[in-house]
């Protein structure tokens, strides 16, 4: 069955020991199951998506570290209900915003913004190189004031090539809305991760 | 819509760089054995780009020239969007004669990560292709998509490049050859539907 998960990314980043899902080479390819994976920018998580059997997918979820959105979450509609709490605290245990997740969101709209901040934190990583300037000292809270200047003109960079609508942001917005603002901008696009759009 | 090709004609030994000012280094170096290029560094990630300019949306590819199934821990393949950019950044489809598998994935400031893979084994004159269209790359062999495609964000712009790793310095079991890069992705684009020699423009 075609399963999206959030799993903790591991690598040194280099062709011997690239960045992937930390669980690859010990649940993914030794059950034949091919991969493809969207990073959070410099952060070390990823959404992982691939056709995952039942056994290995109990493998995968008996690890506290990874969240399985459910079944067919891309077509059945399902919303986050009770389990938003959940949801809610190992994104921000990665360090990705979801204090905005409402128990009626859907599953597939929680995925896509979430999909859509990854890829502001991609492009983001992108511009600016090695050094995640989102890493401690800096919270979700910190507001966009608080940026360098390189940073601040990489986040209106992100915009200016997006066409992305950007008067939402100001000197007070924080990165947790600031990336939810992004993501937002990101809209209706489909995010591929070679199995499935989402 | 500019097309660069490369068949790497030189004597043994010669580096790219030396054999031509069209390719400069992003990570490690290559080397050329047999009019064929292979890495010429150890235990290091290899990145190398063309300087003919493309648009943003673009691909690259190149053919197996020589495989040594099994043997030592090595990779070559194509790059799109290569650039020295923060010590070196391309999207890269790359085939693994250990492992016999192709990966695709991103080089950010030097540093890899996997966007995907696929299950095939490479052969000697498979074409490996590297496709960069908007946010959504993926990987071809032989025309058909082996991984992919994946939505990523980091990378916009760059040029055609050849990558790869080996354990061995000089490693040349593995190289590539009939390099070609173009931003005429989309439907028309003939898949190497001219031989190599009409459309050698380097």
Redesign the interface.
């Known amino acids: 069955m075609i399963r999206l998960y959030i799993t903790p990314l591991v690598g040194a980043g280099t062709f011997v020991d690239p960045i992937r899902s930390k669980y690859k080479d010990t649940i993914f390819t030794p059950n034949g199951i091919t991969i493809f994976t969207h990073r959070y920018g410099w952060r070390m998580v990823g959404l992982v998506a691939g056709d995952v059997d039942d056994v290995s997918h109990a493998l995968l979820i008996a690890n506290s570290d990874v969240y399985a959105f459910p079944d067919n979450f891309q077509t059945s509609g399902a919303t986050v209900g009770a389990a938003s709490t959940t949801l809610i605290n190992i994104l921000e245990s990665y360090g990705i915003p979801a204090q905005w997740i409402q128990p009626q969101d859907t599953y597939l709209s929680v995925g896509h913004s979430v999909g859509a901040m990854f890829q502001f934190t991609q492009r983001m990583r992108g511009i600016l190189g090695a050094t995640d300037p989102f890493a401690p000292p800096v919270t979700l809270n910190t507001q966009f004031r608080n940026f360098s200047q390189a940073v601040q003109d990489a986040i209106m960079q992100v915009g200016a090539e997006n066409s992305y609508n950007m008067s939402g942001i100001n000197n007070n917005t924080t990165l947790r809305n600031l990336t939810k603002y992004m993501a937002d901008q990101w809209g209706a696009r489909p995010l591929l991760i070679g199995i499935f759009t989402f | 819509m500019p097309t660069y090709t490369d068949a790497f004609t030189a004597a043994d030994g010669t580096t790219l760089t030396a054999y031509s000012a069209n390719w400069a280094n992003a990570m490690g170096s290559f080397a050329i054995t047999s009019n064929a290029i292979r890495t010429n560094v150890a235990?290091a990630?290899c990145l190398a780009y063309h300087n003919g300019a493309l648009n943003n949306n673009q691909w690259c590819e190149v053919r197996i020239a020589a495989i040594a199934a099994g043997g030592n821990?090595q990779?070559r393949g194509a790059a799109c969007r290569a650039s020295n950019?923060?010590?070196g950044?391309a999207y890269v489809f790359?085939f693994d004669d250990q492992t016999s598998s192709f990966?695709l994935?991103s080089f950010?400031?030097?540093?890899?990560?996997?966007?995907?893979?696929?299950?095939a084994s490479p052969a000697v004159n498979d074409i490996v292709r590297v496709n960069a269209s908007g946010?959504?790359i993926s990987g071809l062999r032989n025309g058909a998509t082996l991984?992919?495609?994946?939505?990523?964000?980091?990378?916009?712009s760059g040029t055609g490049g050849v990558s790869g790793?080996s354990v061995a310095t000089v490693d040349t079991g593995v190289r590539i050859d009939d390099w070609l890069a173009s931003d005429g992705i989309g439907a028309g684009f003939p898949f190497r539907s001219q031989p190599m020699a009409h459309m050698l423009v380097r």
């Open positions: 235990d990630d821990y990779n950019t923060g010590g950044a790359i990966t994935g950010v400031a030097g540093s890899f990560t996997e966007l995907g893979s696929g299950s946010t959504s991984a992919g495609p994946v939505t990523d964000s980091s990378i916009t790793y």
